[in-house]
């Protein structure tokens, strides 16, 4: 089997089964040899692990995984790569392609069918306009996934992995840190891929807590109050919350001197710690 990596090799393969990139569906194959081994080591494609692959591309971190892990599964969109997939990945035993939209599959059925009495890891190169809704839905449904290692735009990479209490965190970093830890493993350069997108790439990792250091006393509320929080960044939070959540000013106060903090506070300045009393503050409103 030729490299994937091989510009030529693949060309000629997508060319012989008439295959033309999607803008639509954020197609971009990754080429460089060296990033789709990184990713794979360091997203735990291991003999105890089953790997799902969220997009397989022409299958290039797909046979990667393969080499490592004890099964890989991937569910794929785009119908037209399966013909491709059959040659690219033939010399893999251990390795299923569904086709499917990853927003929609069961995730959960698919998991508790293919990887019985296996540890369980997400790695994908994700495409850009996809990135933020389906890491939530791995996070959100409670998957038993132990870590999702992820290459996403460059910027992306920044604010999901922002600090909690920096100007840099957002909505989407405090909901991926509520979840797990985040952190950005290395940068690939935007000539690493296939066609070449316009912006640089970055692998992130999120390890899912295993028992959250915080307890929320309504997972809800939490969210409601990040998002209407978040909605309006530099304003005072007392009052953001208070319209956001039709809660009465004089209340909001209140709410805000049980948990401890400074009613004229933004929201980008707490940590999550204070972010958790305070939800947990406005759960008793």
Known sequence: MQQLTDIGYVKSILERHGFHFSK???????INPTVCPKIAEMGNAAEEFGVLEIGTGVGTLTAELAKRASKVVAVELDDRLFPILEETLADYNNVKVIHGDAMKYDLAGLIAEEF?????????????????????????????????????????????CAPIGSRESGAVSVAVAYYGQTKTLFQVARGSFMPAPNVDSAVIQITLHKKKPWEV??????????????????????????GGLSIPKARMQDVFAQAEIPANVRIEALTMEELVRLANALACV
Do not use: H
Not at 24 to 30: D, H, K, T, V, W
């Open 24 to 30: 639509a569906l954020g197609q971009n194959f990754l």
């Open 116 to 160: 019985a009495g296996l540890r369980v890891a997400v790695c994908a190169n994700l495409p850009y306009y996809i990135t933020s809704p389906l890491i939530m839905r791995l996070l959100e449904e409670k998957l038993p996934i132990e870590t999702i290692t992820v290459m996403v735009q460059k910027e992306a990479a920044q604010r999901l």
């Open 217 to 242: 006393t309504d997972e809800k509320m939490f969210f409601r109050m990040v998002k209407a929080g978040f909605s309006q960044r530099r304003k005072q939070l007392s009052g953001v919350l208070a």
